[in-house]
């Protein structure tokens, strides 16, 4: 959670949380007199009920992650615009990055991937997905993806990223992380080809995020980027030579 995330956690008067993907210890930083709700058994009319209640009240709605992926918050925004209700959008750390640090990688390597596809498996929610975004569309891309909400289908993630033009082969190296940043996170390092077999031995189905590509293997010392390049002059920085007094430490001024 980020620091502005825990500060309006602690300042709310009432909390919707989604105890199926939050850690209830992060209800250690709200207030004892905060009435709590929990949205995984609740509709959205529950949870618009809720806001309606009490329109001065400090409302905080806990997602998890990073709410602008999979929140589900856009029909929470045209209620809010609908009924002249203001709000804020707290950005938070999305599982793509959690599972990431879990496993110790960059997600943009140059020269391996340089972008990275979120997606999902269509499932219950078909109509939902638009036809040219399906995993064996992206698959061709051959880029960085991070799979989420199908670990509880495996057999058919595995054959839709090995579809006829993927740009994966059976030794292309995947991941599974499970929890990612919760005290018993889980990972597991697999291939493409072995995946259906992994996530079914790992009997998750709920909080785990799969991600595919090159950047995951193991590829020797990375290409380094253009960025810090001594020869790669940038707004910020000149082109430096050997000896260069660039980019020697500075003590930030406190006070006045
Ligand atoms: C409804 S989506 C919410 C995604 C969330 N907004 C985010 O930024 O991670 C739920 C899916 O996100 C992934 N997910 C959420 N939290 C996770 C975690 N801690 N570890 C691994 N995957 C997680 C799983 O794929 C899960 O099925």
């Not at 058994?41 to 806001?51: C, N, P, Q, R, S």
């Amino acid at each position: 959670m980020t620091i502005r995330g825990a500060s309006r956690l602690a300042a709310a008067d009432v909390i919707v949380w989604a105890s199926s993907l939050v850690p209830a210890a992060v209800l250690d930083g709200a207030r004892a007199d905060a009435v709590i709700h929990d949205s995984a058994v609740m509709t959205l009319e529950d949870v618009l009920g809720v806001y309606a209640l009490d329109p001065g009240a400090a409302i905080v709605r806990l997602h998890s992650g990073d709410p602008s992926v999979y929140g589900a918050i856009q029909e929470q925004i045209d209620w809010c615009t609908l009924n002249r209700r203001d709000f804020e959008i707290v950005p938070g750390v999305s599982s793509v990055a959690a599972a990431a640090a879990a496993l110790g990688r960059e997600l943009t390597v140059p020269r391996l991937s340089q972008s990275v596809v979120l997606t999902r498996l269509a499932g219950r929610t078909a109509a939902s997905m638009p036809d040219r975004e399906s995993v064996a569309a992206f698959a061709a891309q051959g880029a960085t993806m991070a799979i989420f909400l199908s670990a509880a289908r495996p057999t058919e993630l595995q054959e839709q990223l090995l579809a006829a033009g993927s740009g994966y082969s059976q030794e292309s190296p995947a991941a599974i992380v499970i929890r990612a940043s919760w005290p018993d996170e889980r990972v597991i390092r697999t291939t493409v080809g072995q995946l259906a077999e992994a996530l079914r031995q790992s009997e998750a189905t709920m909080t785990a995020l799969v991600l595919v590509g090159a950047v995951l293997g193991d590829n020797g010392p990375a290409p380094r980027s253009h960025l810090y390049s001594p020869s790669y002059a940038h707004t910020f920085r000149r082109r430096s030579s050997p000896g260069s007094t660039a980019g020697r430490p500075t003590r930030r001024q406190r006070g006045g």
